[in-house]
């Protein structure tokens, strides 16, 4: 199973998303998340990787992929450390979950086109409303 995370960062708020992909390589779960206006992409990213740790670990998933176009997310994430104050403790959230879980992980670093179809939804994600976006079918608008 493979799961691509990424985020979208506008001046109105940022969204972070992830799309779940079965050994089959189709679309199996598709969600998006709108956070506080964050203007960096940075902790957007963090966020949307953590959101894929979580899910992981939520769906007792045995063997995963966890990709995402960040090369610094990806990069603290493998290393399983974290040197700046800013994504310290969203980094410390993710080594938590990982640690009570028995899980085959590899964290890949893709190139922003590998990863587009999470970057479309994470657009998307920022333009609907809160109400919108709990009942939106990104699986289905994939289609």
Same mark, same amino acid.
Request: aromatic share 6%.
């Given at each position: 199973?493979? @799961?691509?995370?990424?985020?979208? /960062?506008? %001046? !109105?708020?940022?969204?972070?998303?992830?799309? /779940?992909?079965?050994?089959?390589?189709? #679309?199996?779960?598709? $969600?998006?998340?709108?956070?506080?206006? &964050?203007?960096? +992409?940075?902790?957007?990213?963090?966020?949307?990787?953590?959101?894929? $740790?979580?899910? *992981?670990?939520?769906?007792?998933? +045995?063997? /995963?992929? &966890?990709?995402?176009? !960040?090369?610094? /997310? @990806?990069?603290?994430?493998?290393?399983? $450390?974290? !040197?700046?104050?800013?994504?310290? +403790?969203?980094?410390? %959230?993710?080594? *938590?979950? *990982?640690?009570?879980?028995? #899980?085959?992980?590899?964290?890949?670093?893709?190139?922003? &086109?590998?990863?587009?179809?999470?970057?479309? #939804?994470?657009?998307?994600?920022?333009?609907? !409303? +809160? *109400?919108?976006?709990?009942?939106?079918?990104? #699986?289905?608008?994939?289609?």
């Amino acid at each position: 199973m493979k @799961i691509n995370f990424d985020a979208a /960062v506008r %001046d !109105s708020g940022c969204s972070s998303v992830l799309v /779940v992909r079965g050994t089959n390589g189709h #679309v199996a779960l598709a $969600v998006g998340f709108q956070q506080l206006a &964050i203007a960096d +992409p940075y902790p957007t990213e963090l966020l949307a990787a953590r959101d894929a $740790v979580s899910l *992981l670990v939520s769906k007792s998933l +045995p063997r /995963v992929v &966890i990709e995402g176009d !960040s090369e610094v /997310v @990806i990069r603290q994430l493998r290393q399983g $450390v974290s !040197s700046d104050s800013l994504g310290g +403790p969203m980094l410390w %959230d993710c080594f *938590l979950l *990982l640690s009570s879980v028995s #899980v085959s992980l590899e964290f890949r670093a893709v190139p922003r &086109i590998a990863n587009r179809v999470v970057h479309r #939804v994470a657009r998307k994600a920022l333009l609907l !409303s +809160p *109400l919108e976006l709990c009942s939106f079918d990104f #699986v289905g608008w994939l289609h």
